[in-house]
């Protein structure tokens, strides 16, 4: 196989996660905003991009690019082997059993919709149920919702508790209310960091037959995932949050159900034979690739999990929980701050909170004045915020690249804020 493309994508830190030498791979970290150095504090919206994934994409498009999967010509073929090189990259970060079950997506919002179209407007209706859960992002809540209410299946949510971990103890009396026949979850929320019991809700899908759809946008850029441990029948992640390019993310679901739903999207690339009467499916995962693929942005998702394994997702899982860990402490020595969620130990790199009497959007305009980029608003999660009585929250969210100095910079900034608002 032809390695043209396959750029040098060697990790800058090579043995434990050394954040302030890993911020050299990241040229955005070479400007300042407002005449401060960048703190980029709302990873969990996007992540920044290291040289060597966006180098891996520039080679592609230097040597390798054509259309994929059509011409018989070398130099199609090289890049028909680079795109397939990405989807085996995918299936290893994912562990899934074949490379046939890996699909690219635009993104996970676009992965979960086509499960919700393919798989629920052919086997849902009266009688059946679509649960989620009350910190869903609505990327895997508002697909669902619709599905169920064109199917007439209903839709529930598991409820949190005070900590913002999800009410197993609930699950038994959703289950009495009709067939569950979807339950549908993000293995770490994008707005509180709770990292939710996946294993045991796929586990109690299995036995009401149900099938088991995890939302990894906010965990395969930072833990390590493997689909057959979490049991699994989809999961659909993005690659922009982790590192790689935007426009391009995947699908995984498991080959004996991926065969048995009907295509999501249709046109070019997905068929076996077109007449006029009717037209066939080509294999999985073509099946599902209707059009032009994504082709250098999976180049560029390929780079960008090969620069996370060499860092090694232990290491950056490690990391984060110590840095949400330290801001929760700085956090809490500040009696004006609500901070929302569970403990340090039970979630991902992601803290939530409000300063008393001032608006979420007020707090993140003057830390944008001292550099500091964190996230205001409802977080794509209305069901939450409502959960939580408020309208909106401020978000810092960490990665790979933060360094503690910046966590300090953010609580300085608050304290800006306390003065600014009185
Ligand atoms: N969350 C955030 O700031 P897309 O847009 O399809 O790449 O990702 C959607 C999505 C799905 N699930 C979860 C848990 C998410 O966090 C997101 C994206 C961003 O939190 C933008 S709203």
Known sequence: MSREYDADVAVTAKTTLDAQRLRADFPIFEQTFHGKPLAFLDS???????????????????????????????????????LELSREKVRALLNAPSAREVIFVRNATEGINLVAYAWGLSNLGPGD???????????????????????????????????????????????????????????????????NPVDRLAAWAHEHGAIMVADGAQSAPHMKMDVQALGCDFVAISA??????????????????????EPFLTGGHMIRSVGVDDSTWGELPHKFEAGTA???????????????????????????HELAAYALDKLAELPWVTSYGPPADRRAGIVSFNVDGVHPHDVAQVLDFEGIAIRAGHHCCQPLM?????????????????????????????????????
Request: charged content about 25%; glycine content about 8%; some cysteine.
């Open 240 to 261: 922009h949050k982790m590192c790689g390019p935007s426009g391009v993310g995947a699908l995984w679901g498991k080959a004996e159900l991926l065969e048995r739903m």
């Open 44 to 82: 969990a919206a996007s992540s920044q991009k290291p040289r060597q994934m966006l180098e891996a994409m520039t080679h592609f498009y230097e040597t390798s690019y054509a259309n994929v999967h059509r011409g018989v010509y070398q130099l199609a073929e090289r890049a028909t082997e680079a």
């Open 129 to 195: 149920l679509v649960v989620v859960t009350e910190l869903e992002h609505h990327s895997n809540f508002v697909p669902w919702q619709y599905i169920a209410h064109r199917t007439g299946a209903g839709f529930r949510m598991i409820p949190l508790d005070d900590h913002g971990q999800l009410r197993l103890d609930e699950l038994d009396s959703i289950a009495r209310e009709g067939n569950v026949k979807v339950v549908a979850t993000g293995v770490v929320s994008n707005s509180l960091g709770t990292m």
């Open 294 to 320: 994504p082709m250098a942005e999976a180049v560029g998702f390929g780079a960008a999990i090969d620069y996370l394994t060499e860092i090694g997702f232990d290491a950056i899982e490690r990391y984060e």
């Open 386 to 422: 409502r959960k939580l009585g408020v309208a909106a929250t401020n978000r810092a969210s960490f990665y790979l690249y933060t360094i503690p100095d910046e966590i300090d910079r953010l609580v300085d900034g608050l304290h800006k804020v306390r003065k600014a608002f009185g």
